[in-house]
């Protein structure tokens, strides 16, 4: 199947610096993304969509500013956490449909972010 | 808005007994739905899937899960469960026409007990 991959896989920063997620899709190409983030002992909250060539589409309640998207190519889609504080230390995964009409998602392995 | 709800944040079975996660839907009209798993600290497998063809769809690792549109119901099962099948599994709806975005349950934590 598909694959999706994600870089880093975990990840500790300090307080106020930012930092850069990516993922990407190896064997397929994908004009589109998603962006989830995932508590501990908690389900997947969809953050954005992350659009080729076009601005991202965030969910109610996420900072634009805060969570910066960009979707450089076909096969990359990079989060950058700005002046990441504590509260954003969290498990981020991104995903990307499969196309067609297998109405697939493939996941990537996720990011864990650890802000001190 | 559509929505999935999944009873039992925890679900605890012995090896060898009947798996049974419960998956209720709710939407103007069906979905495409969705089982998924996650082992820690991983990303999401998809199980199975459910795109309006057949009403008993069968998955991966002896899974499988019938739609029920008269009870809004998506109920993931396996006959016999094996130590290696406790994770985290999610439900997940999807507006037909797939590709889209996906909204999750709230997830059920499988423990499998010698």
Known sequence: GAVVSQHPSWVICKSGTSVKIECRSLDFQATTMFWYRQFPKQSLMLMATSNEGSKATYEQGVEKDKFLINHASLTLSTLTVTSAHPEDSSFYICSAPSGGFSYEQYFGPGTRLTVT | AQSVTQLGSHVSVSEGAL?????????????????????????????LKYTSAATLVKGINGFEAEFKKSETSFHLTKPSAHMSDAAEYFCAVSPTGGGNKLTFGTGTQLKVEL
Do not use: A, D, H
């Open chain 2, 19 to 47: 798996v049974l996660l419960r998956c209720n839907y709710s939407s103007s009209v069906p979905p495409y739905l969705f089982w998924y798993v996650q082992y820690p600290n991983q990303g999401l497998q998809l199980l």
